[in-house]
């Protein structure tokens, strides 16, 4: 906030998202409020309840529409107002085509390979354009000058920078690309991968989460587009137009809003022993994740039932505890991938259990925060076995939960939390034997060790914060218009 004040005098900030940061839905009781599970939400709700502004988002509650004003706008959080929401209702057949096809079917297996071919029809490519301008629309109605700061999320809208820079000329566009960005070779899939690099070249600045998503972008454009690239500074100046590539590391704001009010770890675990009708001295792993394929969730359960295969001992002791949030159920890959995981666990159970314990514990449903973090601090270990992923908040969360200094986090290494948290116990997903050497460990570790594991991780969250995360692109683009400034007044 003070940032703002300090480095943007009269700065307007407007976010862009699809996903909003709470759901009001009609239920039984009355309207509820639901956070979604998701990373990018995880992230910038934080940074906008300090810095106020608006965040533009698709609406997608069944009560979304009762909350809000003539503009379609509510102030939240609901119980301490701090920034005002703007819902961009959208068709069934805009969702189908933009949100389902165009993102969750095409450039979302795109740029995370996990060996799900990617889908690209002419149909959902024209509603993510028609979508993506109905959303320059709002910011233009929403902008109160014609120099706002728009931070623009996410692979849903790759073409707004270009659309808000030919409309409103003086904007500041930081846009942030939240999943990972392939090299050129698979990014040349997309038929429409020059319009896709164009639109995003209209930001001031883009981001990604680590060096090596830059680099992936600059190797791309570097082939498909005619543009000077400048690799020393990451910058890439296309029609006269110079967009800086930077990479911002995302993450957690510190203290996580849902650690206050938890029980201590003792008392979480005894909770949990109970709501799952666990053995009392049960060693527990859990996992927590949107029920998607990129999470390697299926490797996952793979690697417990090998573990209780090799070393038996573990039956009747350890718990392996998924709670899994259905999402994007409409897609084949997605209701495919809870059919095979239910069944899976189901035959694991079947091998491995009996007298009243199953060593797979399948939670299929939304879970709020404060649940998940009670979870985190049941538990022994958290398990991150994402078979390619931006970065995941997930593991960051973990780490923030255990303010006991216990616990034990196994991480992917394709995952990009893996480059700052190197004292987890960093997996290969697709290697079964040692995810199960990996988890044995884990349960195996002295407490000394998982505190000095903790402590670093902890203090490396802790400092490189959400909130660092805004302040470093804020002042990024604050460096940039006061240079802008005095260029157009020379
Ligand atoms: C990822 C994406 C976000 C998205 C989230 C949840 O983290 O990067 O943009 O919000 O998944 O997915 P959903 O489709 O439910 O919004």
């Not at 301490?80 to 079917?105: C, I, M, T």
């Not at 680590?210 to 587009?225: G, S, V």
């Not at 049960?282 to 039932?305: H, N, P, W």
């Not at 666990?345 to 259990?353: M, P, Q, V």
Request: net charge negative; charged share 25%; proline share 6%.
């Amino acid at each position: 906030h003070r940032l703002l004040d300090e480095e943007l005098p009269d700065a307007e900030v407007l976010v862009v998202s699809n996903r909003e940061p709470y759901i009001h839905n009609r239920t039984d009781a009355g309207i509820t409020l639901q956070t979604p599970a998701s990373g990018l939400v995880a992230a910038l709700e934080p940074v906008m309840r300090a810095c106020g502004g608006t965040w533009i988002a698709h609406g997608s509650g069944s009560a979304d529409r009762e909350t809000v004003d003539a503009h379609d706008r509510v102030r939240v959080p609901p119980a301490d107002p701090a920034y005002a929401l703007r819902r961009v209702w959208l068709s069934e057949a805009e969702q189908d085509g933009y949100y389902y096809g165009f993102a969750n079917e095409g450039l979302w297996p795109l740029c995370h390979i996990a060996f799900v071919r990617p889908t690209f029809r002419e149909q959902d490519w024209q509603q993510y354009q028609a979508v993506n301008a109905r959303f320059a629309d709002s910011i233009v109605e929403e902008a109160g000058r014609d120099d706002p700061i728009v931070l623009v999320q996410d692979y849903h809208f790759a073409l707004l920078p270009r659309m808000i820079r030919e409309r409103l000329p003086r904007a500041t566009v930081v846009t942030f690309w939240h999943i990972p960005w392939p090299n050129a070779e698979t990014f040349g899939i997309c038929p429409w991968r020059d319009e896709i690099i164009d639109g995003l070249l209209g930001s001031t600045i883009l981001g990604f989460h680590t060096r090596f998503h830059c680099n992936n972008f600059l190797e791309a454009t570097d082939r498909f587009m005619e543009s000077r690239i400048d690799r020393e500074h990451g910058s890439i100046t296309l029609r006269g137009h110079e967009t800086m590539i930077r990479s911002y590391p995302i993450s957690i704001e510190w203290p996580p809003a849902a650690l206050a009010g938890q029980a201590p770890p003792a008392q979480c675990r005894a909770a949990v022993v109970a709501r799952y009708g666990l053995p009392a001295d049960a060693r527990i792993a859990v996992g927590v994740e949107r029920f998607d394929y990129t999470k390697g969730i299926l490797d996952r359960v793979a690697a417990i039932d090998d573990l209780l295969t090799r070393n038996p001992d573990l039956k009747g002791k350890l718990v392996y505890i998924q709670a899994a949030s259905p999402t994007r159920s409409k897609l084949g890959a997605y209701s495919a991938l809870q059919d095979e995981t239910v069944r899976l666990a189901g035959e694991i159970n079947a091998r491995h259990g009996g007298d009243g314990w199953s060593p797979i514990v399948l939670s299929i449903r939304h879970h709020e925060p404060h649940e998940v973090f009670e979870l985190f601090r049941a538990a022994d270990t958290c398990i991150v076995s994402s078979l390619h992923d931006g970065m995941n908040l997930v593991a960051k969360e973990f780490v923030a939960s255990r303010d006991d200094e216990h616990g034990v986090l196994i991480l992917s290494g394709f995952a990009g939390a893996s480059r700052e948290l190197s004292e987890a116990l960093i997996v290969n997903p697709y290697d079964t034997r040692s995810m199960a050497a990996a988890i044995e460990r884990a349960l195996c570790m002295p407490a000394a060790e998982q505190r000095e594991r903790m402590r670093l991780m902890r203090d490396q969250v802790r400092q490189r914060n959400v909130y660092r995360w805004a302040a470093q692109m804020l002042l990024d683009a604050a460096r940039l218009r006061k240079r802008e400034r005095i260029v157009t007044a020379s």
